[in-house]
């Protein structure tokens, strides 16, 4: 006998077929089926049990969580020790097409699969639960089928300032495995990844997609079977002593017959109605000024007061005090964990800054780091049972991390902060973390939500920063936590551009914050033009981070005006639909955000190196309203090559074509330089 349930949301459905009442197999992860569909007949003909030669007498399932126990020869979706459970259908809550909750049980264990079906946002949600009587080691989130057409999985590896590189896995026999057991989600690989069923690309085929949504690390397996069969399982990587009770998930995934801009606009929606709270969302997202790189560790009233006003005068409508204003703070090697502020540095506290701050017409932000400790601080001297790992360890960055599963933890780092938020109008926090932890510690995680959904329920109106040396903490776990992210440390404009363009599936642009660095990059000793640095962070949530002091006028003028360009345009640009352009050149990047009404649009042509053409071709312009008329605009021409000669039409004036043509027979941009930003400003006429 066996039991079939369906989950359908408009572009996919995903049927489980589970035999003789044992974990379910995934009989179809696809293109949706009819409402009539014979699930029974279905997965007769996608689950046979046909077995010949080299095989064992039977074709062990391939179920949601692999077993060993089932004669199964791969990566296993649990690690359970010495246990060998058979589980059995217990019971299930079904809703036909929308819901499942069964759980499975046998020999003391129970596995609770959960999946809701998000027809609103075409995303499915899955999550496992399994408790046992002895420690359980690992356990992935509910397996899901690679596309038998593909051939290679892509996912995203990297480095500190160097996020989000792509790295194209091929399907081939054998597990590849990657593990991250640093604790936190990291910048070597982000917990997400899409699976073409042909080649990637971002406007036409098949692609599925999948994002983890918890901030620990994890652990992915991308596996073909000998006979033939594919899966991928991606799940926490859980303190070596294991736990009784563990969840694997929530798993987000979804299906796009549209390339990765179906993906885009799917977890787009998902993340804007589903995850991500605003603490105000009709404010307009403010732009931001960060002090990091104009004075690190060097606070001097007079000298911040200066530099605040000089940013106010830029546009800048938030200023955040970054690392070093607290207790001791004169360097990194020092008074992490002392959240009092410095009296030597700030005689009146804060008041004076912000009072300052305000008066320019700004809000105030301040940075924390509550989850460390440095060696040298009056809290590791009072509380060395509060560092996490063994005290032998080794240090990294200069810090220690405190044990967020202690409830004595959580409660001094609360009322440290919220004395802070209680006493000075602080507007933001840019909660950082900037080691990885001694070791795998899934409990962390469980103590930083725990403590920050405390701290939010306290102070509802105060936006928090997730930033873990930049891009080392951007989960959809902490997305459904903070409502901002530090994509990476780097404001080298060009790694930005590449960064952004990789991450736009898994990260919505109102949330992902984006700077103008100095003039000599900090993390890469790169130059770069203004024009460049600052469109590359018009793309994202504006902000800037030089010292304002450094300008020349031109440069200042170039910033202000780009400042004023994407606060005339907030409103309808943070929400609009984002959509990557296949520009079929390796040195250029294309993206278009549309206004949810469809009026109006803005479009980045990046051309990060030499091209490979004298001209560039036509750039097809998708996702418009095809018979409608779009006047077609250059938002800045001085982006244009000073080498384009002869002339061009968007450099006489503006262009109007229908959404056809432009989709269709496309646009042919002005000539660029190598390092630079062209944007395209469209308005549909009457």
């Known amino acids: 006998m066996r039991h079939a349930w369906r989950l359908d949301t408009p572009a996919q459905t995903l049927v489980l077929a589970s035999r003789e009442g044992g974990l379910p197999e995934v009989v179809h992860w696809g293109a949706p089926l009819p409402q009539d569909e014979d699930l029974e007949a279905l997965a007769q003909a996608l689950l046979p049990r046909e077995v010949t030669g080299g095989m064992a007498d039977a074709r062990p ?82 397996a899901l089928p690679g596309p038998p057409l593909g051939t290679a999985v892509t996912t995203f590896a990297g480095r500190w300032t160097s996020e989000f590189q792509r790295r194209d896995v091929p399907w081939s026999a054998g597990p590849h495995v990657r593990e991250i057991r640093e604790g936190r989600t990291s910048h070597q690989a982000y917990p997400g990844l899409l699976m073409p069923s042909g080649e990637l690309r971002h406007e036409t085929g098949e692609v599925f997609a999948l994002a983890l949504g918890q901030s ?69 997202r403010p732009v931001h000024y960060n002090s990091w790189e104009a004075v690190y560790f060097r606070h001097d009233m007079a000298e911040l007061k200066e530099i605040a006003t000089r940013a106010a005068a830029l546009g800048a409508e938030r200023f955040v005090l970054d690392d070093g204003w607290f207790k001791g703070r004169s360097d990194d090697t020092t008074s992490l964990g002392d959240w009092i502020v410095d009296a030597d540095k700030y005689p009146d506290g804060l008041h004076p800054l912000l009072a300052h701050v305000r008066a320019l017409g700004m809000r105030f932000g301040l940075w924390v780091e509550p989850e460390m400790a440095s060696p040298v601080s009056d809290l590791a001297r009072a509380h060395p049972d509060w560092i996490l790992g063994p005290g032998d360890q080794p240090l990294a960055r200069n810090q220690l991390v405190l044990d967020l599963s202690r409830a004595q933890v959580r409660e001094h780092l609360f009322a440290r902060l919220d004395a802070l938020l209680r006493e000075y109008e602080i507007d933001y926090l840019k909660w950082d973390h900037n080691r990885a932890l001694p070791g795998p510690d899934h409990r962390q995680a469980d103590g930083f939500a725990t403590l920050v959904s405390r701290l939010r ?90 010292d304002p002091r450094e300008l020349t006028p031109e440069e200042a003028e170039v910033l202000a005006s780009v400042c004023h360009w994407w ?92 959404g056809a043509a432009l989709a269709g027979a496309g646009l042919a941009p002005p000539l660029q330089e190598p390092q630079s930003v062209l944007v395209l400003e469209g308005e549909r006429l009457p």
């Open 61 to 142: 399932p391939l179920t949601i969580c692999p077993l060993a126990q089932d004669g199964h020869g791969g990566a296993l979706g649990a690690d359970l020790g010495d246990a060998h459970p058979r589980l059995a259908l217990e019971h299930a809550d079904y809703e036909p097409g929308r819901s499942l909750r069964a759980v499975f049980a046998g020999d003391g264990h129970r596995y609770t699969l959960a999946i809701e079906a998000d027809a609103e946002t075409d995303v499915l949600v899955l999550s496992a639960i399994l408790d046992a009587p002895g420690p359980v080691r690992h356990l992935a989130a509910p």
């Open 216 to 284: 620990t690390g994890h652990r992915l397996v991308i596996e073909e079977l000998p006979d033939g069969r594919r899966h991928v399982m991606l799940g926490p990587v859980l303190h070596p002593a294991g736990a009784t009770r563990v969840t694997a998930g929530p798993l987000y995934v979804t299906r796009s017959d549209a390339g990765t801009n179906g993906v885009i606009d799917a977890f787009h929606r998902h993340l804007r109605a589903r995850l991500v709270r605003f603490p105000d969302p009709a404010r307009p």
């Open 457 to 546: 329920e306290a102070h509802p109106m105060v936006e928090i920063e997730s930033c873990a040396s930049g891009g080392g903490r951007l989960d959809w776990g902490a997305l459904a936590l903070t409502q901002r992210v530090w994509l990476s440390d780097s404001n080298d404009a060009l790694e930005r551009l590449r960064i952004q363009h990789e991450a736009l599936p898994f990260l919505i642009p109102d949330v992902t914050g984006s700077h103008v660095g100095p003039r000599t990059c900090h993390t890469s000793g790169r130059i770069l033009p203004m024009r460049l640095r600052a469109w590359t962070a018009a793309q994202r949530h504006f902000g800037f981070e030089m």
């Open 567 to 658: 606060k005339e345009r907030r409103d309808w640009l943070m929400p609009a639909r984002r959509l990557r352009l296949d520009t079929h050149d390796p040195a250029r990047l294309a993206e278009i955000a549309i206004a949810p009404d469809g009026d109006r649009f803005a479009l980045w042509l990046a051309q990060v190196a030499t091209p490979g053409r004298i001209l560039p071709i036509r750039l097809r312009i998708p996702g418009l309203e095809r018979e409608a008329r779009y006047r077609v605009s250059l938002a800045d021409p001085g982006c244009v090559s000073p080498l384009s000669r002869g002339g061009h039409p968007l450099l006489a004036g503006a262009v109007t074509l229908s």
